[in-house]
């Protein structure tokens, strides 16, 4: 590594000595001259410049000038004087020459031997001062990181003592303050009446000698007595400064732990309150017209509420520990996947809004479908520690082959006002599911119905294509005929809407729907199609389902407006 150049200010009075300085030092590597004439020109380019040495004669001893470049450090100054002999008939030179050598703390003196050539008296010089540059950086250096310790220390967070001899020696503001008293208070007086008696002092220097860590720190919970009476219940840790010399005195911290424990306190005071309500919950989900279950980030079931039971078959003890991919799914089958997906999906991405369409197995083997929504739990430091499954089952039928069953709140909201009927809306709702899951031909399908008010339906759209099921008997166009069901899902690939009656009658296919679409706002990530459906549901009163080509998603209209999305 290349050294540094040190920069001299050489007050040139046109002497020999400052001629045979300035000779030297110009073709000494390592340093460069820059002369000045004058006080003044001195001091305005120390102003300008970071000099190292600043080189004159005594005679003008200089005040210390403001310098640019204070992070070097002050200058050297060096005040050459000329100690003549008694034979004047000598050169100048060939006298002593004397250097004061002057620092901002310090000051020496330096004799030069007549006896020794010009050169070797410079070069001497030089190392000298070289080694007192070097010196005098790494005071500053050490000055400085000192000054940043004992900031760090002095007004730090953690109160610290210095004990010699089992007497306070040094102590700093954190100190005062946990222990309430002034410095003059504490100086000089015992550790040991900081206790509040001396049991409780021997108490804490037991605990500070078993529990004692390879670093030589020995830790201790114990109260100290402020001097106000109060006690502060606190850990202290305590070291010798050095292990082999005891006259060096330990090093003890002191942490206050009265706002620790009030925060232990609330916070367990916050996680009763927690459970408390968590159990409320639990049993509000309990008896909640929903199947709720419980599970742990592995899918094993912890909390299982009647109406699963009554959906699946299963008791909640029979399945609890269960992983819930194995109870309510064939193994290998998509529904296991996709509630692999949902189990070990963070959910942090994921919209839960959308309910999730699955063919659930139950415990005699028959299937229920269910619209599953998830949420996430976490614990009080806000990490996940399980997941909530919230389904509806939305078959067309409920435990017992009732039609309907009791699962119809939500399809009645939707239902409400219109002239469909639920079997009707039931069936062509699963023709969706399974165009949106399957498709048609290898092919994703994207389609739409408008059922219910068909009269108005229709006058309010046109034909884009041939209407498949004009001309056909009345029993070829219902819904409930299975074969109706199949045609609709082959017609399915084709542009447009089919408008179904609200008894199931089928009254056209690929229909252009004309309805206005100024006042209709969708969701971000829903097409032409979707908006078309919300538009004419809003200002007719049918029901609108949307199988999405892309999303794999089904969406229902109701009044303008999206009412329900399922993934599917």
């Not at 729907?513 to 007719?540: N, W, Y």
């Amino acid at each position: 590594m290349k050294p540094q150049t040190k920069s001299i200010a050489l007050f040139d009075d046109r002497s020999p000595v400052a001629n045979a300085v300035r000779l030297y030092f110009q073709k000494e590597l390592g340093f460069s001259v820059l002369r000045v004439y004058s006080r003044d020109e001195l001091s305005h380019k120390m102003k300008n410049t970071p000099f190292d040495f600043v080189i004159c004669p005594s005679r003008l001893h200089l005040p210390v000038p403001p310098q640019a470049g204070r992070e070097k450090g002050e200058p050297i100054f060096l005040y050459w004087h000329l100690e003549h002999a008694g034979d004047h008939s000598r050169s100048p030179l060939r006298n002593a020459l004397q250097f004061e050598i002057e620092t901002l703390h310090a000051s020496l003196s330096y004799t030069c031997s007549p006896s020794e050539p010009l050169e070797e008296q410079f070069q001497k010089l030089s190392r000298l001062l070289l080694t007192i540059r070097k010196y005098q950086r790494d005071f500053i250096t050490f000055r400085d990181d000192a000054e940043i310790l004992q900031t760090i220390v002095e007004d730090g967070s953690a109160a610290v003592l210095h004990l010699v001899r089992n007497r306070i020696r040094w102590m700093n503001r954190e100190a005062l303050r946990v222990l309430g008293r002034s410095e003059r208070e504490l100086l000089g007086s015992a550790f040991s009446s900081l206790f509040p008696g001396d049991g409780d002092y021997r108490d804490a220097l037991g605990q500070v000698a078993r529990h004692r860590d390879p670093g030589g720190w020995g830790t201790a919970s114990c109260s100290l007595a402020r001097k106000d009476g109060e006690v502060v219940d606190c850990t202290i840790r305590i070291r010798r400064l050095n292990p082999m010399n005891p006259d060096k005195g330990s090093l003890v911290f002191i942490e206050d732990d009265r706002d620790r424990k009030r925060l232990e306190g609330a916070l367990a005071t916050y996680g009763e309150k927690i459970a408390r309500n968590e159990a409320k919950y639990l049993e509000i989900f309990r008896n909640l017209n929903l199947v709720v279950i419980r599970t742990d980030l592995s899918g094993s079931i912890t909390f299982w509420n009647s109406l699963a039971e009554s959906v699946f078959g299963f008791s909640a003890a029979a399945v609890s520990g269960n992983n819930i991919i194995d109870t309510i799914a064939d193994p290998g089958s998509r529904t296991a996947r996709d509630i692999a997906v949902l189990l070990y999906d963070s959910g942090a991405v994921r919209d839960h809004t959308v309910m999730h369409v699955l063919e659930n197995r139950r415990m005699d083997g028959t299937y229920v479908w269910v619209a599953w929504n998830t949420l996430m739990f976490r614990d009080s430091s806000g990490r996940a520690s399980g997941i909530l499954w919230i389904g509806q089952d939305i078959s067309d039928y409920g435990p017992g082959g009732d039609p309907g069953g009791r699962q119809a709140s939500w399809k009645e909201e939707i239902l409400d006002g219109t002239d469909v009927r639920e079997e009707v809306f039931d069936i062509l709702f699963h023709a969706a599911i399974e165009l949106g899951r399957g498709g048609r031909e290898s092919r994703k399908i994207g389609t739409s119905f408008l059922i219910g008010d068909a009269e108005r339906v229709m006058a309010n759209s046109r034909q884009c294509l041939i209407n498949a099921f004009e001309g056909k008997d009345t029993a070829q166009r219902m819904v409930q005929d299975r074969e109706t069901i199949e045609n609709i899902k082959n017609l399915s690939l084709m542009d447009g809407a089919f408008v179904i009656d609200g008894s199931g009658l089928v009254q056209a296919s690929s229909r252009h729907l004309l309805a206005p679409l100024d006042d209709t706002r969708v969701r971000e990530g829903h097409g032409t199609r979707h908006a078309s459906v919300a538009a004419m549901t809003q200002i007719t009163r049918s029901v609108g389902i949307v199988v999405s080509e892309s999303g794999g998603t089904v969406t229902i209209y109701r009044g303008g407006a999206m009412v329900k999305e399922f993934a599917v």
